[in-house]
């Protein structure tokens, strides 16, 4: 496999994406009739110079046209157009490749098959997600007469703000908000503001963020010298803490610099963020955490997995149904955040997580009626043990990001 | 924090940004390792 020898480096802690933080929104208040293109162009140099090889080009190429080709082919006309069998053909396909490319470990055919590193791209994950709502909105795009042009495409599919690690856009949105005529241009004030947005994002990531994360590394390190499992238990806790604290803090960071930096080039991005550790059950974490991701799972996992439950085997118990999916659905999204062993766990966690909350939710209505729960739920006690108890739990299941636990744990045993 | 920055006067705003990328830029060049998560899959 030939690489390239010289490769961009991009992520907002790059000295490209710095130069583009100050750079576009200077090209991009040229001339507003010119916007799209000049965003074109920066979105298809950047994504191509960060391309690690030839074949990586011709893969990301296809990767990238074939759902803008097919688009229009997979909307099912009628009961008998061949689009019934060439949709789920189509989306099977993109899985595939995706979890190929991505070469997650625990599969065991991976093991068998060639892989070369080389043939991954930037932002791969993050074009799938917008590629799906693309080709899955299509027909509702046409028929609200959205604009679909293959620039408009290029751009919020590669768009380089977001291309890392989101927020994920909608297609609609992406579009009305990009031509919105209407959108009063920025003033000095708010260019202070987006410019206190941005340094203060990254305030976040290199200070707050860099010292949650030494101590969770640092309490990392001390669980096997703990001595007895009690104390093994509190130094795990501590770790699981600052490690979630430091998950939160770097990625909000990141998303408060992209956001201020595509502000000052006149789009507004979703928010990611509504303050998570307020949250009082998993269920409502998952509402305030990575916000566009959690209704992008809910719109393409949940909502198909649920109708096909509630159509077949939960016919008669349709919480049942409800319970099930929202385990597949948080399953997958956590086996989604990494290629180890230590994501499946996560998800695993994360959709017995949201179960939990659910079943005691439903349990508690009926133990209390609506009404009573509403008094139950303002009860002091009730407030603390749930706020604990949810971040205490989203701590324990992203021990799992980003450190070997497992791998920790079969050293042990 | 960005609700407490946009209610400051002009000069207390250059001063809070000054402060903040002498911090950012501290943080950078003294070494920080922090990894800056999930980017670029």
Redesign the interface.
């Known amino acids: 496999m030939i690489e390239r020898l010289v490769m961009l480096n991009?992520?907002?802690?790059s000295i490209a994406f710095g130069v583009l933080l100050i750079v576009m929104p200077l090209l991009m208040n040229l001339k507003r009739e010119w916007r799209q293109y000049i965003f074109f162009i920066v979105n298809i140099v950047v994504f191509t110079l960060?391309l690690k090889s030839v074949y990586a080009g011709i893969i990301a190429v296809f990767w990238i046209i074939t759902p803008y080709l097919m688009a229009p082919f997979l909307v099912q006309e009628s009961e008998k157009s061949i689009s019934r069998f060439l949709k789920p053909l189509f989306y099977i396909l993109m899985l595939v490749g995706f979890l190929y490319l991505?070469h997650y470990d625990w599969i065991i055919i991976f093991k068998k098959l060639p892989y070369f590193a080389a043939l991954k791209f930037?932002?791969?994950?993050y074009l799938l997600f917008r590629e799906v709502d693309y080709t899955m909105q299509y027909e509702y795009l046409r028929e609200m007469k959205v604009r679909i042009t293959i620039v408009d495409y290029i751009n919020y599919v590669l768009n380089f703000y977001t291309i890392?690690?989101g927020p994920i856009m909608r297609y609609e949105e992406f579009v009305t908000d990009f031509y919105d005529s209407e959108k009063p241009a920025l003033d000095g004030?708010a260019v202070?503001?987006q410019?206190?947005?941005i340094?203060?994002g990254?305030?976040k990531?290199?200070?707050i963020?860099?010292f949650m994360?030494w101590f969770a590394s640092y309490w990392f390190g001390r669980i096997s010298e703990a001595g007895n499992l009690a104390k093994a238990v509190i130094i795990y806790v501590l770790f699981a803490v600052f490690n979630a604290l430091f998950?939160y803090f770097?990625?909000v960071g990141?998303c408060d610099v992209v956001a201020g930096g595509a502000a000052l080039c006149g789009m507004t991005l979703r928010e990611n963020f509504n303050k998570p550790y307020m949250a009082r059950s998993m269920t409502e974490f998952w509402n305030r955490h990575h916000i566009t991701l959690s209704e992008w799972i809910r719109d393409y996992i949940y909502s198909p997995v649920i109708k096909k439950l509630i159509s077949g085997p939960c016919k008669k118990n349709l919480f049942a149904g409800q319970c099930a999916a929202l385990f597949i659905t948080f399953l997958i999204a956590g086996i989604w955040h990494g290629t180890n062993l230590n994501y499946v766990v996560y998800g695993l966690l994360e959709g017995l997580g949201v179960v939990i909350s659910s079943v005691r939710k439903s349990k508690l209505q009926k133990k209390y009626g609506k009404k009573g729960y509403k008094e139950y739920e303002k009860k002091l006690p009730v407030i603390i043990f749930e706020h604990a108890w949810t971040m205490l739990y989203v701590a324990l299941s992203f021990s799992f990001v980003?450190y070997d636990v497992i791998g920790f744990i079969m050293e042990r045993v | 924090?960005?609700e407490l920055?946009?209610k400051a006067p002009?000069p207390v705003?250059f001063i809070?940004?000054s402060l903040?990328?002498a911090?950012?830029l501290y943080?950078?060049f003294a070494g920080?390792?922090?990894t800056?998560?999930?980017?670029?899959?």
């Open positions: 991009f992520s907002i802690g960060t991505m930037l932002g791969l994950s890392m690690a004030n202070m503001d410019a206190h947005r340094i203060f990254y305030v990531v290199y200070v963020s860099s994360s998950i770097n990625f990141y980003g | 924090m960005n920055f946009k002009l705003k809070w940004l903040e990328l911090v950012v943080a950078v920080t390792t922090t800056v998560l999930y980017q670029g899959f």
